[in-house]
């Protein structure tokens, strides 16, 4: 049966995107009981400052819920019924460390893609499976909800390590599907979705029995690109040789080159650009008269997230069974995956969670041959993360395209090790015992 109210912790309130999700349970306020609302986060100046907006948005909207801030991660959790999990391990510091050490290798730093992504899921794959522990205990039949970065690998690891109930969240495809519908001026399209976070196709587009798709790769149909990724868009004839419409994080595979000229010509890193942001959202967070998100908010990558988290959570509380894209395990989804995959794929989402919608005869060979190729660093990657193995590291590392020269591979690894010590403890064990 299902219950009159409900208790949503958000773990790593203190980012400044927490009024997004704020701003959709809102919007939901008559569907979605939410009796209780815990801010946790272990910053108590971002916690504070983004949790007091927070209060002040639901009174003015007049919720009845209760707000609790926190830096326990147990007070957040115990008997929770939806865990949305946002969390950025060495905060935004950490990310610039990521954007900028690769390049002394001549490679890309970026905060999922390449050497970047993988120390960020090297930093964030042992908190996650932490607080599945914890949520084993005081919560065990809540649903966690993450989207924190890099989505798919954490989806992977969770997935596999744990008995968590479980989904991972990304506004790229939201995002694209908008711009799609508004491009080709279609109000209810069946579009087709296949590929892992951040490594992503729209290879489908239908609505009335009309299939649009071939007017999309005529077009050189390109979809919206994320603020966070400084894009030039794909030309015509790329689009129609890889038979879709690229997710914009393939920029970054497809234009390696380009990519990284474009990072060593920036004058700020993205990091230390989001670090300005933040600080800006921040002091306007503290105008006690502001009961609502700022505008600002939208020049971070997040935008559309509350829609995206809220309507997951909206669609397992209230068993719509509607379609949502997620990142979540194949089980036989595409079957040229490996059923213990995550994979970022259509789902119908109800009460009992999602189930991802079978894609028949998939022939795309490009789209299959990438897939296995960055799943296979991703599987690396989170044995890893789990195990603290310097061989899974760098077996990861090589089957990455924005990696793949060993010398260059250690070297960033190593310094991005030593850089990032005290929130890699899988890799310093002996040091620990000592």
Not at 29 to 43: Q, R, S, W
Request: hydrophobic share 40%.
């Amino acid at each position: 049966m299902k219950k009159e109210s409900i208790k949503i912790a958000i773990i790593g309130s203190g980012s400044t995107y927490t009024p997004e999700l704020i701003e959709g349970m809102i919007k939901r306020k008559d569907v979605l009981p939410i009796g209780e609302l815990v801010l946790m986060d272990i910053d108590e100046r971002k916690l504070q400052t983004v949790g007091a907006l927070c209060e002040r948005m639901i009174e003015a909207a007049n919720v009845p819920c209760r707000v609790i801030m926190t830096q326990e991660l147990d007070v957040a959790l115990r008997d929770a019924d939806f865990v949305l999990g946002q969390i950025r391990v060495g905060k935004l510091p950490a990310r610039v460390l990521d954007e900028k050490i690769p390049l002394k290798y001549d490679m890309i730093g970026q905060e999922t893609c390449g050497i970047g992504g993988f120390f960020k899921a090297m930093r964030t794959i042992p908190v996650m499976l932490d607080i599945a522990a914890r949520m084993k205990e005081l919560c065990p039949d809540a649903w966690l909800i993450n989207f924190s970065n890099p989505a798919g690998i954490i989806t992977e690891a969770i997935l596999n390590h744990t008995g968590v109930k479980m989904l991972g969240l990304c506004n790229v495809p939201y995002n694209m599907f908008k711009s799609i519908r508004e491009s080709l001026d279609l109000d209810h399209p069946n579009i087709e979705y296949i590929g892992l976070n951040h490594l992503s196709w729209i290879t489908g587009i239908e609505q009335d029995g009309k299939d649009y798709l071939k007017t999309a790769l005529e077009m050189g149909l390109n979809s919206e690109t994320m603020k966070n990724i400084p894009a030039s868009g794909f030309s015509k004839e790329l689009i129609q040789m890889a038979g879709a419409i690229p997710s914009s994080y393939l920029e970054y595979y497809y234009f390696k080159n380009k990519k990284l000229q474009v990072v060593r010509d920036m004058e700020l890193s993205r990091g230390e650009k989001c670090i300005q942001i933040e600080e800006e959202l921040l002091g306007i967070y503290s105008d006690s008269e502001l009961h609502s998100k700022p505008e600002l908010l939208s020049t971070r990558g997040g935008a559309n997230y509350s829609e995206v988290a809220i309507s997951l959570v909206d669609a397992i509380y209230n068993d719509k069974q509607e379609v949502h894209v997620v990142n979540l395990l194949n089980n036989g989804a595409l079957d040229f995956m490996e059923d213990s995959d995550a994979v970022e794929v259509c789902a119908v989402v109800g009460k009992d969670g999602a189930k991802p919608i079978k894609i028949e005869n998939f022939d795309n060979q490009h789209i299959i041959d990438y897939m296995r190729m960055i799943k296979a660093y991703e599987r690396e990657t989170v044995e890893a993360a789990v195990t603290g193995s310097e061989d899974a590291a760098m077996r990861a590392l090589l089957m990455n395209p924005l990696v793949g020269d060993y010398n260059a591979a250690k070297g960033a690894f190593d310094e991005l090790k030593e850089a990032h010590k005290e929130y890699l403890p899988q890799f310093y064990k002996e040091e620990a015992k000592k």
